[in-house]
T-cell receptor, first 111, second 115 residues
Framework: SQQGEEDPQALSIQEGENATMNCSYK?????LQWYRQNSGRGLVHLIL?????REKHSGRLRVTLDTSKKSSSLLITASRAADTASYFC???????????FGKGTKLTVNP | AAGVIQSPRHLIKEKRETATLKCYPI?????VYWYQQGPGQDPQFLIS???????DKGSIPDRFSAQQFSDYHSELNMSSLELGDSALYFC??????????????FGPGTRLTVL
């Protein structure tokens, strides 16, 4: 079974709006990472948040982590058409460095 | 900045043939990871190597094998290919002990199509 489950599976918004994607996981983790993937292309590392952190910012990205609820959210502010992509969360379980990915959220930003 | 390099980028094979995928990690990264992503699926961990030794193993079929060489590049060998092996194969790299701290960085992937 997948470690991460993402919500929503698909999200369509207008340019300039904010996009929020959520991820839940099941086991204890060291870190949680968010990746972006354009259709059929490579995975681009966006941001990493450690298990002892609650919030992290990088440009227009804001990530939160709630270890008590085993969940994370990725907020993209002031979205652009170029943000259209699939977004995956990935966790590395305690004692392992392998990443377990969520199902991903397909974000479409309409110009 | 240098990124992870994978070759070939595209590969077409017939059923029962073999394929070899190559991965060149970011300079000074000593850990490589292989992932498989089927159509419309999330990436699945296959195997990883640290300092040329296998460090972790996931859902990798027995038909697949991999190794890491002295220059830290890695190769994924796939034999007796099946239609279901058609997927994107990603390699990622990290520095020892920092995979968690700094993340794994992915290559562009090799798209394998088995006919």
């Amino acid at each position: 079974s997948q470690q991460g489950e993402e919500d929503p599976q698909a999200l369509s918004i207008q340019e300039g709006e904010n996009a929020t994607m959520n991820c839940s996981y099941k086991t204890s983790i060291n870190n949680l990472q968010w990746y972006r993937q354009n259709s059929g292309r490579g995975l681009v590392h966006l941001i990493l948040i450690r298990s002892n952190e609650r919030e992290k910012h990088s440009g227009r990205l804001r990530v939160t982590l709630d270890t008590s609820k085993k969940s994370s959210s990725l907020l993209i502010t002031a979205s652009r058409a170029a943000d259209t992509a699939s977004y995956f969360c990935a966790t590395d379980e305690s004692g392992s460095e392998k990443l377990v990915f969520g199902k991903g959220t397909k974000l479409t930003v309409n110009p | 900045a240098a990124g992870v390099i994978q070759s070939p980028r595209h590969l077409i094979k017939e059923k029962r043939e073999t394929a070899t995928l190559k991965c060149y990690p970011i300079p000074r990264h000593d850990t490589v990871y292989w992932y498989q992503q089927g159509p419309g699926q999330d990436p699945q961990f296959l195997i990883s190597f640290y300092e040329k030794m296998q460090s972790d193993k996931g859902s990798i079929p027995d038909r697949f094998s991999a190794q890491q060489f002295s220059d830290y590049h890695s190769e994924l060998n796939m034999s007796s290919l099946e239609l279901g092996d058609s997927a994107l194969y990603f390699c990622a790299s990290s520095s020892a002990g920092t995979s968690g701290a700094k993340g794994q960085f992915f290559g562009p992937g090799t798209r394998l199509t088995v006919l």
